[in-house]
């Protein structure tokens, strides 16, 4: 199993930043996908999920209108559309995928990780 996430960097406050999570060797289609990330200094925290299907999707409160979460089961990858980028948003960004039907926001429900990419953004 191996969850390749990619996209981050440096970005300007207020800018937009795309992230690609490449998802191989399980059932793709089969699972819950999520993003967490993981700010200097704190634990890991959720950011979004979405359905299997990528018809229904959860976000964290302070995210929620500016970041957008979809999926591809054809191309087994999800994404994380960033905009509105603020410095509190500054983290390591992990996907993660859960082996369940329906959505859910704990780390310990997500059994499979990707090893994270770094977003900063400056002000």
């Known amino acids: 199993v191996q969850l390749q996430a990619s996209g981050g960097g440096l970005v300007q406050a207020g800018g937009s930043l795309r992230l690609s999570c490449a998802a191989s060797g399980y059932p793709f289609s089969s699972y819950i996908m999520g993003w967490f990330r993981q700010g200097p200094g704190k634990e890991r925290e959720f950011v979004a999920a979405i359905s299997r299907s990528g018809s229904n999707a959860y976000y964290q409160d302070s995210v929620k209108g500016r970041f957008t979460i979809s999926r591809d089961n054809a191309k087994n990858t999800v994404y994380l559309q960033m905009n509105s980028l603020s410095p509190e948003d500054t983290a390591v960004y992990y996907c993660?995928?859960?082996?369940?039907?329906?959505?859910?926001?704990?780390?310990?429900?997500?059994?499979?990780w990707g090893q994270g990419t770094l977003v900063t953004v400056s002000s």
């Open positions: 993660a995928a859960a082996p369940l039907t329906f959505i859910v926001t704990r780390t310990r429900d997500y059994g499979y």
